[in-house]
C-alpha cells in the first residue's frame, strides 16, 4: 500500500538553480537510456547498466550515481508501457504504430528519488543534486504525520522532486505500507455501479450521484481559459496561471466525497464495475467524434474507480470488474439486447415493456453479469441482491453466454402486442 505527500520546502536561488541543473541532466539520462533501449530491442536493466552506464557519465559527470540508477530505472518502465501500447496499436493501425512517438524526456522533468539518494530525519528532509546534497527544514501536517506514522508500518521509500508551473520546488514524499489483512464482508449485497458523464456514479439501487456541479465548474473554466487566451495580455496570462489547478481540485474532491460514502456503506460486501481499460483507445481507432474525445478527455472515471478501490480495501469491500459491451443496450428483467429501447436517460424495452432510468438499467446489467460469471466459475455462492426500489428483481440470476459474449438474445424488429409508444 502506498500514499504520497507533498511538501514544498523553502529553498534559495542557489539551491533552486542546483534543481534545475539536476533536472537537465537527469532528462538527459533518462533520453539516453531510452533510446538504448529501443535501439536494441531490450528492457532488462542490467543490459542497460552495463552498455550505456559509462556513456551518461561521460555526458553527465556531475550527476550522482543515484539518480543515472533512477532515471535508468524510469526509462525501463517508460519503455516497457511504449512497447506494450505500441503493440496493441499495431494490430490495428500499423502506420500509426510506426510514427508513435518515442518515450522522452524534457529539462523541465520531475524527478524520481530512491531512499539512497533522498533522507528524511524528523523535519530534515536532505536530497542529491549536481552541486551537493541540499538540507532542508519542511512541515508535514499533524494529518499525516499521525496517519502515516512508522509505528503504524509506514516508512519512505523515496519521492519525486520537481518545479511546478509556477516555479515553486515540490517534493512529493512517497511512504509505504505492508497490506494489513481485512477481513472481508461476505454477508452484505453485491452492488453494480455506472459510471457515466451525466451522473458520475449510479448504484444497482436507484442511487445518483449527479455530476451537474462537476460539468458547470468544467464549461466555467473552459470558457474562462478560451477568453484568457484569446487574449493574450500579461494580465490574461496570470490569470491563467492562478486559475490553474483549479479544476482539477474540484473533480478531486469530489469524487473523494462520493468513493468515501460508497466505502463507507456497512452492507455491502462487493461493489461490481465497467472494465473501462480500453476507452482511451476509442480515439485511436476512430470510434468517436470530436465531441465525443472531448468528454472522454474530462471524464475522470480512472481517477475514481482508483478511489474507491483503496478506500472499499481499507473496509474489507471487494471491487470486481466485468465486461462493459452491451450493459446498457440490453434489458436488465428479460436481458434482450436492443439498441433502440433507449432514449436519453430512460430505458424502455420493446420487448417486455419493463421500464426505468437508463442508468439503473445499466447497474443492474453490471451486477447480472458478475453474479453469472461467478456462478459459472464455480465460485464461493453470492448472496441475492436485494430489490431496487421500484424495480423488479427478476432476471438477477439470468443465464447465458460467456462473458466474452453478449448475454441475452438481440431484439432486431418491434415485437407485436405492445401498446404505442413502447
Partial sequence: MRRSITVFPKLTDKEVSAIVETGKQYARAFNMASECLINNSSTSKRFLHKVQYGRIKEECPSLPTGLIQCARDVAVEAVKNWNVKRTKLKQKHPKKAERMKRPSMKDKCTMRYDVRTITLRGSQLTFSTCDKRIKTIITIPEFFRGRYSPSDGWKLKGANIGINRKGRVFVNLIYECPDHIIEENNDGKIVGLDRGIYNIV????????????????????????????????????????????????????????????????????????????????????????????????????????????????????????????????????????????????????????SSMHADVNAAINIRDNYITRAQKSGQAAVNQPGEPSGHPVSGWSATGKPETEPLGKTLTSKPSGLPEGR
Fill in 202 to 353: 449510479t448504484t444497482s439501487e436507484g442511487v445518483h450521484y449527479g455530476a451537474k456541479d462537476a460539468r458547470r465548474v468544467k464549461r466555467k473554466y473552459n470558457h474562462v481559459r478560451s477568453e484568457l487566451q484569446e487574449k493574450g495580455t500579461r494580465s490574461a496570462k496570470r490569470r491563467l496561471v492562478s486559475i490553474s489547478g483549479c479544476e482539477k481540485r474540484f473533480v478531486h474532491d469530489q469524487n473523494h466525497c462520493i468513493s468515501k460514502k460508497l466505502a463507507n456503506t456497512d452492507d455491502v460486501s462487493v461493489y461490481v464495475l465497467e472494465d473501462l481499460s480500453s476507452m482511451n483507445m476509442l480515439r485511436l481507432k476512430g470510434k468517436s467524434n470530436k465531441t465525443m474525445r472531448k468528454w472522454i478527455s474530462n471524464w475522470s472515471y480512472s481517477d475514481l474507480e482508483f478511489k474507491l478501490t483503496y478506500k472499499c480495501q481499507k473496509n474489507g469491500i471487494k471491487v470486481e470488474f466485468v465486461d462493459a459491451r452491451y450493459t446498457s443496450r440490453k434489458c436488465s428483467v428479460c436481458k434482450t439486447i436492443d439498441k433502440a429501447s433507449r432514449n436519453g436517460n430512460r430505458y424502455t424495452c420493446r420487448h417486455c415493456g
